[in-house]
T-cell receptor
């Protein structure tokens, strides 16, 4: 149980284009989802907390207009990287916990974004 | 990292040996968790220890927590080649909200 599916697993796009990444909770409802970014051989940096039916909460230093988050339903959150640049190339991972509270996170398998 | 540091950054051991990884954090926490990440994949939750607990076991894993020193350790006993992965500690601060903050991670390589 508690499966999180992330799509696509990898994407290559040209500078200036936008890319949408989907994160779905397959067998549970996720009121809150979290988006992380990970550079090679580094830790996960929390980008934003996605709340169903309301605006996302972004961490300091993360541009909300560049990384658009939409959490339209209890099972789907999307991250759109707008006007992508090569420096946006990274590994993006979403996660969710079952139920409310400070519980373990279930992660998607991540999306490798390469901007050329 | 956003929360703390882990050491060692990398660890190479022989199969059958024990592996110990340490984690330090900065703020008061509700709980501390350990995750495993295989290369290029998402993370898998291993174990959670609450702030009022000092030690916890799960199979070959043993986790300790010292809130006075703001540190934790993960011990993997009788390691296997399949344990090769990156291991991250993560904390849920008591600042409110539910966000989970990850440490820098330890890359473990177990040689067969």
């Amino acid at each position: 149980g508690a499966v999180v599916s992330q799509h696509p697993s990898w994407v290559i796009c040209k500078s200036g284009t936008s890319v949408k990444i989907e994160c779905r909770s397959l067998d549970f409802q996720a009121t809150t989802m979290f988006w992380y970014r990970q550079f090679p051989k580094q830790s996960l940096m929390l980008m934003a907390t996605s709340n169903e039916g309301s605006k996302a909460t972004y961490e300091q230093g993360v541009e909300k207009d560049k990384f658009l988050i939409n959490h339209a339903s209890l099972t789907l959150s999307t991250l759109t990287v707008t006007s992508a640049h090569p420096e946006d190339s990274s590994f993006y991972i979403c996660s969710a916990s079952v139920g409310q509270g400070r519980r373990p996170l279930h992660f998607g398998n991540g999306t490798r974004l390469t901007v050329t | 990292s956003q929360q703390g540091e882990e050491d060692p950054q990398a660890l190479s051991i022989q199969e059958g040996e024990n592996a110990t990884m340490n984690c330090s954090y900065k703020t008061s926490i509700n709980n501390l968790q350990w995750y495993r990440q295989n290369s290029g994949r998402g993370l898998v939750h291993l174990i959670l220890i609450r702030s009022n607990e000092r030690e916890k076991h799960s199979g070959r894993l043993r986790v300790t927590l010292d809130t006075s020193k703001k540190s934790s350790s993960l011990l993997i006993t009788a390691s296997r080649a399949a344990d090769t992965a990156s291991y991250f500690c993560a904390t849920v601060p008591n600042t409110g909200g539910f966000k989970t903050i990850f440490g820098a991670g330890t890359r473990l390589f177990v040689k067969a």
